[in-house]
């Protein structure tokens, strides 16, 4: 896999996360340029179905907006719910929840201690160590597609 240093004119055209490899795959043209390790949700198999479960949702996404004043090291927000999410949570009369983000690591070292009880310890979101936050902020811009599967 090459190295790839972000410029002003290089910008990934899509995000995959595999849940089940704790995995994010950055993209190019069909290809992928860079991987980085994940954590996700508390309780990650299977679908997001309502706010609350800890899951990390599965489906298709964009990156809708970025954050760089948040309450972890940067943050990309994920589209969350999407139309399937919204018919799935009416139909079972369900919050879906919301506010998925791909982030870096808390910004406080007590909240770190309070999170971090084991492997996943976000309530949903993908975290990913604030070195790989950085260099994922200037690979993506809005409107990324992501695709999280399982």
């Known amino acids: 896999m090459n190295n790839v240093y972000a410029t002003d004119k290089i910008f990934i055209d899509k995000l995959v996360i595999k849940k089940s490899e704790r995995r994010l795959y950055l993209l190019k043209e069909g290809k992928v340029i860079k991987e980085y390790p994940i ?14 479960d800890g899951k990390t949702p599965e489906g298709k996404y964009i990156i809708d907006w970025k954050n760089d004043n948040s309450d972890y090291y940067l943050s990309l927000h994920v589209s969350y719910p999407n139309a ?3 018919a799935y ?8 929840g919301g506010a998925i983000m791909i982030h870096g690591m808390p910004g406080t070292l ?10 996943d310890w976000t309530q949903g979101c ?3 160590s604030n070195k790989h936050m950085r260099e994922l902020w200037k690979l993506v811009k809005e409107d990324t597609p ?5």
């Open 126 to 128: 993908i975290a990913i």
């Open 39 to 52: 954590m996700l949700g508390k309780n990650p198999v299977g679908p997001k179905r309502q706010q609350g």
């Open 89 to 96: 949570a009416k139909t079972n009369d369900l919050n879906p």
């Open 84 to 86: 399937y999410d919204l």
């Open 110 to 119: 007590q909240r770190a201690r309070e999170l971090f009880s084991g492997p």
């Open 146 to 150: 992501v695709t999280i599967s399982p």
